[in-house]
């Protein structure tokens, strides 16, 4: 469907598209909608491709899907490159430059896929097989947000070893250079070859920031307790809009006004 829509919606998925109970209800009749008026709906997120295509299956998507903070994109109508364009790092690789981080800064940054069931089920409110899928996890590493005075010093060991560290409501991500959710949307953008593609962006944390930059209408979707104030503050020189309520439903109010307002149009 991409090849024939000139506007996408990309969106983040945890915190934004659902809340953290995993409930995808709120958005699934404004994502109905797009589809009968053939706008993709591309999932932009840090979950796996195995996490996904459940996901995706729930809302019967079937454009291509951007998984683990942008480091891979999948999808049955990537024909041209057998489904998939990969943009990151291996996992191995990442875990060895995880290590190695650590030594330099001399904090044991720890994986997530490292922790115990019963730790990941605390962090994630994932539990038995959703834990399996969510450690499926080939291009990308996250692992637990470090002391903020620890951020720095990290940051400067990133730009030695060619990588970044993007930092979601949860848990931090290390990334290769060439690629994050924006580097992923432009691959896309160009795989398509279509001109003047319009992408509305939708997300809820600083992991979010490449996918809402590289949007040309953003849209910032708060949690129950409010926005992430640091990634307003990453946005205050951009024109953005804050959905007046939280996950999912802020979702579908702000995806249904632009609906109305083009259809009206």
């Known amino acids: 469907m991409i090849e024939n829509s000139s506007l996408w919606v990309v969106s983040d998925v945890d915190g934004t598209l659902m809340d953290h109970s995993y409930d995808l209800t709120p958005a699934k009749e404004t994502i109905k909608s797009l589809q009968k008026l053939s706008i993709p709906v591309i999932l932009c997120t840090s979950k796996t491709a195995a996490e996904v295509k459940i996901i995706r299956k729930e809302l019967n998507l079937t454009d291509p899907y951007i998984v683990e903070n942008g480091a891979a994109i999948y999808g049955e109508s990537l024909q041209k490159v057998n ?111 279509i001109q003047n593609i319009e992408i509305i962006g939708l997300g809820d944390s600083p992991n979010d920031l490449p996918l809402l930059l590289n949007s040309d209408i953003k849209i910032v979707i708060p949690g129950i307790d409010g926005p992430n104030l640091n990634l307003l503050n990453q946005l205050k020189d951009f024109e953005f809009t804050l959905a007046s309520e939280p996950n999912g439903y802020g979702w579908k109010n702000e995806i249904n006004k632009l609906i109305n307002k083009r259809e009206l149009g």
């Open 83 to 193: 489904g998939k364009i990969i943009l990151g790092k291996k996992y191995e690789t990442l875990e060895e430059i995880l290590n190695l981080i650590s030594k330099e800064i001399d904090f044991k940054l720890i994986p997530l896929n490292n922790l115990a069931d019963s730790e990941a089920t605390e962090l994630t409110g994932l539990k038995g097989n959703s834990l399996t899928l969510m450690r499926d996890r080939h291009w990308s590493m996250p692992f637990l947000n470090p002391p903020g005075f620890l951020e720095e010093k990290i940051n400067i060991c990133c730009k030695k070893f060619n990588v970044e560290v993007f930092k979601g409501n949860r848990m931090s991500h290390l990334l290769s250079k060439k690629s994050n959710k924006g580097i992923a949307i432009n691959a896309l953008k160009e795989y398509s070859n």
